[in-house]
């Protein structure tokens, strides 16, 4: 039987921890873990006092702040749907996200309270607006304080029966179509979590958890530097909690390489988060720069995921800090723990090759399980844990989890090639491979071989129209500082590579490359630069 409720973990753990360890910490701010219990439990309170039920859906839109982590672990323990936000949306993709989650409740930052009040005439079911002060835009009479909130709520604890079928949503753009809600059950998503690789002990219920935390002290000094509005930075920054350990916030409202080891040598951080060579670049060059500014025995490991990250820079990574595990999980906000690849100062593994996890397999776009050493490659498919679906879309959903032999699967359209010790190598998002002459090309192949090149900072490929090919292979780069662009060098340097059919048949070059904040590819961006660009 599951077990798992996020809520009901953080309540035992808050009662084996020092009064004085820290949970939170944000600039010159430290909210130990009494505090943080209290304050979630407040919040979660004065929900249920204002009249929310179960089931309500609580939306988050602040940056990497203190108070993301009091909402979300507020709405596990009042048992509201926590509801992610991306922050840079504008005010109809931000309606789009409020109406389309049936939201409730809004807990945002001030410096958003203008486009806020711009929509919320037409969000007539959000009852509850709470607003974060961050800048010193003032207080709309819409709208609540959240601390007067918080402290007008104070008490006991909660007596609330929570279950591990309790939601959560994880709203995730992906690379096509309007933003989904992905549900997650609360036991499910920590089932995942439970990885025997990084435990000395897998606890099975929640007494057994707590005594693991109070016992061996596993929680561990984090700093999110990649948005906790996105998969990565939220389900770390939780996972960090539920084990006693203190999530450590960035000021600056982007990131910035240098306050980053700044607050790692400050704070002696032991783990940090980020998504790929978006960030781990900028900071390997903060590092080169800035060789003897830090010290960074603290560090133990860094995590990444979502986009893969190249071997170069994880070497120049271990050049500065050789004690550390540079960890690749590839996962997705469908499905965690598909596979994981682990680079030391001792060993590593290519980029793009992964040992795959527990319950995961391999099939074709027809549902065939792919044979191991097969030259076929396939769909990367994670079977167990795995959400509900996507909220109000049922055809999405048969989609992307699907029955295959009587067994429910989560396949999100990654495909990868199955080797003979069944181990993959992902090739990248189906929905953007490029057919070029009738060929496939994996853009995320090519993009790592452009980053090998030292003119290039970072690389997209896509495919645009053209009357001989269908599609052209087209790539996009950002360059190198003070890097000089050469279009035929960086053609040549890829045909030297790869195959003939998957050099680019222009390189183009972009001041800034498309990404979100969290360091995902926008795809659609880049094609529609590269058509502008090329007349098409």
């Not at 057994?208 to 935390?213: D, G, I, Q």
């Not at 292979?473 to 003939?500: C, I, M, Q, W, Y």
Request: charged fraction near 20%.
């Amino acid at each position: 039987m599951n077990v798992w409720n996020f809520g009901d973990i953080i309540d035992a753990v808050a009662d084996v921890m020092p009064a004085t360890a820290p949970a939170l910490v944000h600039a010159g701010r430290v909210t130990a873990w009494p505090a943080f219990h209290s304050r979630t439990n407040a919040l979660a309170r004065g929900l249920i006092a204002e009249g929310h039920k179960p089931d309500d859906k609580l939306a988050i839109l602040i940056r990497n702040r203190p108070e993301y982590m009091e909402a979300t672990i507020a709405s596990f323990k009042g048992r509201f749907v926590h509801v992610n936000v991306n922050y840079r949306y504008k005010a109809e993709e931000l309606h789009y996200i409020f109406d389309n989650s049936d939201a409730r409740i809004v807990v945002y930052g001030s410096e958003f309270a203008p486009v806020v009040a711009a929509i919320r005439d037409r969000l007539p079911g959000i009852k509850t607006w709470l607003q974060v002060e961050v800048d010193r835009t003032p207080l709309p009479a819409f709208a609540r304080d959240y601390e007067t909130f918080i402290r007008g709520h104070s008490g006991a604890g909660l007596d609330i029966e929570r279950s591990a079928d309790d939601l959560l949503f994880l709203y995730t753009g992906g690379t096509t179509g309007m933003p989904k809600g992905v549900m997650w059950r609360h036991g499910d998503l920590r089932q995942t979590q439970l990885n025997p690789a990084l435990m000395p002990v897998v606890p099975t219920n929640i007494a057994e958890h707590a005594a693991l935390v109070k016992d061996t002290g596993l929680g561990s000094r984090f700093i999110p530097a990649c948005p906790q509005m996105h998969g990565t930075g939220l389900l770390t920054s939780f996972g960090v909690l539920c084990m006693g350990g203190c999530v450590i916030t960035l000021d600056a409202p982007s990131f910035e390489p240098v306050e980053l080891w700044d607050v790692v040598a400050r704070k002696k951080t032991q783990q940090i988060a980020i998504v790929g060579d978006a960030f781990a670049k900028p900071m390997l060059r903060a590092l080169d720069e800035h060789s003897e500014r830090w010290d960074l025995s603290s560090m133990v490991s860094i995590i990444s995921s979502g986009v893969m990250w190249s071997q170069e820079v994880k070497h120049g990574l271990l050049r500065h800090m050789p004690q550390v595990t540079l960890m690749d999980s590839f996962g997705s906000s469908e499905a965690v723990g598909f596979a994981m690849s682990a680079t030391t100062k001792d060993g590593e593994i290519p980029t793009a090759k992964f040992t795959l996890g527990s319950d995961v397999a391999v099939f074709t776009p027809d549902h065939q399980p792919v044979t191991p050493g097969s030259p076929e490659p396939g769909f990367i498919a994670r079977g167990g844990n795995i959400p509900v679906g996507y909220w109000k879309d049922a055809v999405k959903s048969a989609a992307t989890f699907p029955v295959i032999e009587g067994k429910r699967w989560s396949i999100p359209g990654d495909f990868c090639l199955l080797h003979e010790d069944s181990s993959i190598t992902l090739l990248g998002r189906g929905s953007v491979c490029i057919n070029t002459a009738g060929e496939k090309v994996y853009p995320e192949e090519v993009e790592e071989v452009l980053k090998q090149h030292a003119s290039v900072e970072d690389a997209l490929v896509v495919g645009v129209p053209d009357d001989k090919w269908g599609n052209a292979v087209t790539a996009v780069v950002e360059l190198s500082p003070d890097a000089v662009f050469d279009e035929v060098v960086l053609r040549k340097h890829v045909r030297d590579n790869l195959a003939g059919y998957k050099t680019p048949k222009r390189v183009l070059a972009v001041k800034q490359m498309f990404r979100a904040s969290n360091g995902k590819p926008d795809y659609k961006l880049a094609v529609e630069f590269a058509r502008k660009t090329l007349g098409i």
